[in-house]
């Protein structure tokens, strides 16, 4: 059974940084992709970002780029996000999410209903 579990969310003043952190076990980790996702209340899902399975492709959304930025680390079977200059439309619950592919194009990496897995979330909240 393939477990995802998000950690690092937290409350953070506008300007501020976290690290979000997709912990995997329960797969052969080093082949799946990861994706970031999160949901703001009374909003839909959105694309954060996504990482194929050897992180030789990395996509982020719009909104996040130049901000957010998503790594992974095999031999830890964990994916970070990395959140710089948060803003306060950055809060939201965060998902992590994982499919077994190596596909690498965003026409899948970005789309949520892709991936097979999904963790429990993270709660993020940029305060002004």
């Known amino acids: 059974q393939v477990q995802l579990v998000e950690s690092g969310g937290g409350l953070v003043q506008a300007g501020g940084s976290l690290r979000l952190s997709c912990a995997v076990s329960g797969g052969t980790f080093s082949t799946y992709a990861i994706g970031w996702f999160r949901q703001a209340p009374g909003k839909e899902r959105e694309f954060v970002a996504a990482i194929s399975w050897n992180g030789g492709s990395t996509f982020s959304a719009d909104s996040v780029k130049g901000r957010f930025t998503i790594s992974r680390a095999n031999a830890e079977n964990t994916v970070y996000l990395q959140m710089n200059s948060l803003k306060p439309e950055d809060t939201a619950v965060y998902y992590c999410?994982?499919?077994?592919?190596?596909?690498?194009?965003?026409?899948?990496?970005?789309?949520?209903?892709?991936?097979?897995?999904w963790g429990q979330g993270t709660q993020v909240t940029v305060s002004s």
């Open positions: 999410a994982g499919k077994q592919t190596y596909r690498s194009s965003s026409s899948y990496l970005t789309v949520a209903r892709w991936y097979d897995y």
